[in-house]
């Protein structure tokens, strides 16, 4: 089985962070890696240069943000629908050496099964853990309550792009919500629940940088449930927020 990681990046030279870590992965599987950067300025493209033909594709053109820019890396993917796709960030790392290794061993050994997640981490400078996120088994009820996986560990078979689309630009800040709500709560695909920390990140992200994003975030929720007929989790944008309290006093 072939497994593609799409890496968006823009004036990033942490880039090597990921790419090292992919790199550094222990599997017997097809890997590609495929680079999306929105036309950096600074010296990300030559730590990019660095890397030479470990980096199967490089796109280098501005885009529309980094759904965008993940749409464009799953369309550049070469794998068959069976096969696997994965993004990270410019900063983020696998948990362990070993991550590909369980995650695949899953799509192997469960032909039905069209995603698979984990747990995932936030570490500060020191390397310290600063926030705990434990997904838990699927239970579809569970997202009345304001749940979902943590979106970074999300491991998708291709198909699953090909039959249900990729992320709706429509929303710039929430489109990973919109694309799990519609896949695990909409479409039910089958999904598998690893008990490890497949991702270790910093502390924000795309939804999380200012109050201002939160709130915007919580809208284009809203937005989401109601445009896609879920008018059982119009509370959801309320209680999604609120779960990262007990992630951030939880430990493994």
Partial sequence: ???????????????????????????????????????????????LETYGDRITALISEPDEGIFHAINKGIDRTSGASHDV?????????????FVIRAVMDVFQSEEDIDACYGDQIYTNEAGNIVRYWKAGDYRRAKIHFGWLPPHMTFFVRKRVYEHHGMFNLRYPIAA??????RLLYKRQIKVRYLRRVLL???????????????????LEVAQICWNNGLLGLLLFPVLKPSRKIFQLISRP
């Fill in 200 to 218: 270790n990140m910093a502390p924000g992200g795309n939804s999380n940088r200012s109050i201002v994003r939160i709130l915007k975030a919580a």
């Fill in 1 to 47: 089985m072939k497994i593609s990681i799409v890496v968006p990046v823009f004036n990033d030279v942490r880039i090597g962070r990921a790419l090292e870590s992919i790199l550094s992965q222990q599997h017997e599987h097809e890997l590609e890696i495929i680079v999306v950067d929105a036309g950096s300025t600074d010296g990300t493209l030559a730590v």
């Fill in 85 to 97: 796709v994965h993004f990270m960030g410019a900063d983020d790392q696998y948990g362990d050496p």
């Fill in 176 to 181: 990973d919500q919109d694309f799990m709500l």
